[in-house]
């Protein structure tokens, strides 16, 4: 990963700062480019950038901050830590850095050093309430109720007023053993408001400590249901459930779909296997224990497992070579004795099975192993064990994981929000802008191959170079390292002081793609002065002055927030951090979007791109006369029917959103399933 970026580091030098020596980049420029990169998700790009910045002025504070952000994002937890700490040698002032290096080590399940970076930030900013949201969790987590407790109050006292408050004082009440409290707190959440997937969790937890697995299943059921991207542990947890009313298909399905969703799962593949031996799938559930031992060597539970199944199946000389490696490591595994003494006497070795069964014999004379042996004895027959317990002698039970308290697996830093994401449910977003890119991909919540058509692109394609072409797509996903590099080439092979209009748009598409933003407006803007009627050209540099203004008020919205932060509780409530409205400046996207309609009125993805724009605006009738343009020029617009359905949702039409959005699932929006459950 380290070689790999310091590659990367290097050839993104090259392309942003061509001609000038490392000593001279200029850091503010590549600084910027760097938090556009970040802004928009693109991490390994603007670890790039940073990286620059670093080699040549490492005792900024800013760039290591940044890197550590990217980091945490890529989910390098030690990485994140190590430049979060930099950072914080060079400015111990830095707030956001404590809050950052707090989240990488919960993470890294290191909650106390979590919990002192907490206290550390709010101390230089008390109001951060996103900070304080985190301290409350990183206590529940070391059990420090009363402390967690108090925090809580604390942190409604200064303006924090939501759902994730009652969802919390729940835990807390769980955590102290009044389940009567916790029950009638989770039950007033879901009576205000049904959909609150925490709310469902707690339930389902309450369900099983009460071993009513049939309710507990149909808890996690309707959260899963009304999850936007439901983890893998909140399969596993059910198929816990579904074992216990002996739903065993149903169980292993759900392990199945938790592998699919997290393929390292090893407690999903665990369970698996187990369940697939009691429904006679040999075959299979070798595979599992295979894929556990090649991962984990020292998963004994599993090897012996994998050797009581190969034994079954004939294979006794690889079943003895497991076996041995379980009992060097577990000298007292009565069970795993008589099991190889079993197997040697079947190979003629009748001197080893002798010194198996003599060694079990002492065992059992031992009173010590007598005592050990009665309390293990005493294992229930639907019996499961928490990931902790090694016992070997309990290797035939499943594994049952941690309730979870919301959807997702772990927690992560937001780099928009700045914050940790616990609790609370993902808003429902509409599908982004279509932009030129060079790279033939569909939007990332599509399925299916292909690229998407347009007239105007084929024009402009066919004077382009063999090997080089534009295409339309959904600006979402991030760059890749392959991806980077072809840009680079892309670059060479357009030099910069070429003045031919698709040079120029080549690499604006190019630049716009590294993040370098101002300087891919410049060439759309010079592209346009000497190709005045190419309306994608307009497109473009409408959708580029759109990105830029959202990391202007992006970054605006941070530094008011900064400033504005309270630094003693108030008696006033505070909504909870929001994506402003769009605001149109001087450089009017709006406008270029007009031109490229009135240039080519056949051209639906400008119709699409200004419908966002519109809705953005609070414009909805406009919205969505524009997103129907754009399906009556392409009826197969996937997009356009999910973006119109969720602009008739916040009308209110709900007949035409949910006919919308089922014509979007059918066209391979995979999301709007999710949705149409929610709106049911």
């Given at each position: ?95 956001k850095a404590y809050m950052l290096r707090g989240v990488a080590r919960q993470n890294l399940a290191r909650h106390t050093e979590a919990i002192g970076d907490y206290q550390s930030g709010l101390s230089l900013m008390p109001g951060d309430q996103s900070m304080r949201y985190n301290l409350v969790i990183a206590q ?148 599992d224990w295979d894929e556990i031992v090649g991962s984990e060597p020292a998963n004994y539970m599993a090897r012996y497992n994998r050797a009581l199944l190969l034994s079954h199946l004939g294979r006794t000389r690889e079943a003895l070579k497991d076996l041995d490696e379980v009992l060097a490591s577990h000298p ?121 058509y347009s007239r105007q692109l084929d024009e402009i394609n066919y004077a382009l170079p063999r090997g080089v072409s534009l295409y339309l797509r959904e600006r979402k996903r991030a760059l890749e390292e392959g991806e980077v590099d072809s840009l680079s080439r892309i670059l060479a092979l357009f030099p910069e ?184």
């Open positions: 990963m380290r070689s790999s970026l310091r590659w990367l580091s290097a050839l993104l030098l090259q392309l942003i700062c061509l001609g000038v020596s490392h000593a001279q980049i200029d850091v503010e420029r590549v600084m910027s480019i760097g938090r556009n990169a970040l802004h928009f998700n693109d991490y390994v790009v603007s670890i790039g950038h940073f990286s620059q910045i670093i080699g040549v002025r490492p005792w900024m504070a800013e760039p290591y901050f940044y890197r550590a952000v990217a980091k945490i994002s890529l989910e390098d937890y030690e990485g994140a830590e190590a430049d979060a700490s930099e950072a914080l040698e060079r400015n111990p002032f830095l707030s529940l987590e070391t059990e420090q109720y009363e402390a967690s407790s108090r925090s809580l109050d604390t942190l409604v006292r200064f303006g924090y007023d939501t759902q994730s408050v009652g969802q919390l004082r729940t835990r807390i009440a769980l955590g102290q053993g009044d389940t009567l409290r916790a029950v009638e707190l989770n039950r007033q959440l879901l009576e205000s408001d049904p959909l609150f997937v925490p709310a469902h969790l707690v339930r389902a937890q309450l369900s099983m400590q009460a071993k009513d697995y049939t309710k507990a299943d149909q808890s996690l059921s309707e959260a899963i249901s009304l999850s936007h991207r439901p983890g893998a542990q909140l399969f596993v947890n059910r198929a816990i459930c579904r074992y216990q009313i002996n739903n065993l298909r149903g169980a292993m399905a759900d392990y199945t779909e938790a592998l699919r969703l997290e393929p390292s799962n090893h407690i999903a593949r665990y369970n698996r296997a187990l369940l697939r031996l009691d429904v006679g799938e040999y075959r299979p559930a070798l595979e007292n595994f009565e069970a795993g004795f008589l099991q190889r003494a079993h197997l040697r006497q079947q190979i003629g070795d009748e001197r080893g099975a002798q010194r198996d069964r003599l060694h079990v014999y002492d065992l059992r004379e031992n009173k010590a192993y007598q005592k050990a042996s009665a309390r293990g004895a005493k294992s229930q027959a639907k019996a499961t064990r928490g990931a902790e317990d090694q016992a070997i002698e309990k290797y035939n039970q499943l594994i049952e994981g941690k309730i979870l308290h919301n959807t997702e697996d772990k927690p992560s830093y937001s780099s928009r929000s700045r914050g940790l994401v616990q609790n609370r449910q993902a808003a429902v977003e509409p599908v982004g802008y279509f932009d030129l890119s060079l790279f033939d991909l569909r939007s990332e919540s599509q399925i299916g191959g292909g690229s998407y002081e070429g003045e031919a209009p698709n040079t120029l748009a080549i690499r604006a598409v190019a630049l716009s793609l590294l993040q370098d933003l101002d300087e891919a407006h410049r060439l759309y803007s010079r592209a346009i002065e000497l190709s005045p009627r190419q309306s994608l050209l307009y497109m473009g540099r409408a959708i580029t002055e759109l990105r830029r203004q959202e990391v202007r008020q992006s970054r605006l919205q941070e530094e008011t927030s900064a400033k504005a932060s309270p630094t003693s509780p108030s008696r006033g409530q505070t909504s909870e951090p929001h994506r402003g409205r769009l605001v149109i400046s001087a450089d009017n996207p709006l406008a270029d979007l007009n031109r490229a309609i009135e240039l080519s009125p056949d051209l639906a993805y400008a119709y699409y791109n200004r419908a966002i724009v519109l809705a953005a605006m609070n414009e909805s009738s406009r919205a969505i006369a524009d997103y129907s343009r754009a399906l009556e020029l392409n009826p197969q617009f996937g997009e356009a029917y999910y973006n119109r359905g969720l602009l008739y949702l916040s009308v209110g039409n709900t007949r035409s959103a949910i006919e919308d959005i089922s014509r979007a699932g059918e066209l391979g929006l995979y999301e709007a399933y999710s949705i149409l459950k929610r709106i049911r």
